[in-house]
């Protein structure tokens, strides 16, 4: 028995978030088994690692070393979580996942994609989502969007300048064009009924038989 993987990735303030908890709600209403995950975190581990990437303090981070947390994070939400829910035939919906690290620390630190591919295959096993849901839109108006949510508390990535963002916002999209079998992208400037309509509609036809 497998279930079906389906994540969700975007830049800071694209909804993702709240995407992600409607795509769950809609899931449950129907009757289907199914689990939301978060990236990093989602394992008690996980989370202890959340903190000390997010901590504004850590300004000296090497960008191996960020990559390398990332991936030990979901190294051990695939094992302690991901894993057993498809096995057991559940849909797992996760906000963020290997993406993010191939935008973020790949695009974004410039580490390269494909250095990132390869460490991700290491870390997950090589389990890749069946469908990755990325919610695009400018990145002076996701910022706007983080700032209006968290004023004056960015965490250490939101920190980060906009040409960072713009290069992260810029590997997404060429990921998702260079898989478009496994990509929904979508403006998240859209109304967010349609975007959750959209959405369950693209998860509904994934789902096995
Ligand atoms: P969040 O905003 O989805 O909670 O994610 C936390 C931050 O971590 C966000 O700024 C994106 C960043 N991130 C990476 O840089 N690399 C990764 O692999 C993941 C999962 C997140």
Not at 82 to 103: E, F, H, Q, T
Not at 121 to 145: K, N
């Amino acid at each position: 028995m497998r279930g079906l993987f389906v994540t969700f990735e975007g830049i800071e303030g694209s909804g993702k978030s709240t995407q992600s908890r409607l795509l769950l709600r809609g899931l449950h209403d129907e009757g289907r088994e199914a689990v939301l995950a978060r990236e990093p975190g989602g394992t008690a581990i996980g989370e202890r690692v959340r903190d000390v990437l997010l901590d504004p303090r850590h300004t000296g981070m090497a960008a191996r070393a960020e990559l390398l947390l990332y991936l030990a994070a979901r190294a051990q939400l695939v094992a302690e979580v991901i894993v057993p829910a498809l096995d057991s035939g559940k849909i797992v919906v996760c906000d963020r996942y290997g993406d993010a690290s191939v935008a973020y620390q790949g695009g974004g630190r410039g580490l390269g994609t494909e250095l990132v591919r390869e460490m991700n295959r290491v870390a997950t096993g090589g389990l890749s989502p069946d469908l990755t849901v990325l919610l695009d839109l400018p990145v002076d108006e996701g910022l706007a969007r983080t700032r209006a949510r968290n004023p004056g508390r960015p965490d250490r990535l939101e920190a980060e300048p906009l040409e960072f963002h713009e290069r992260v916002r810029r590997a997404y999209l060429d990921i998702a064009e260079a898989e478009p079998a496994r990509f929904l992208v979508l403006d998240s400037r859209g109304p967010s009924e349609e975007l959750t309509r959209r959405i369950l509609e693209t998860v509904r036809a994934r789902l096995p038989r």
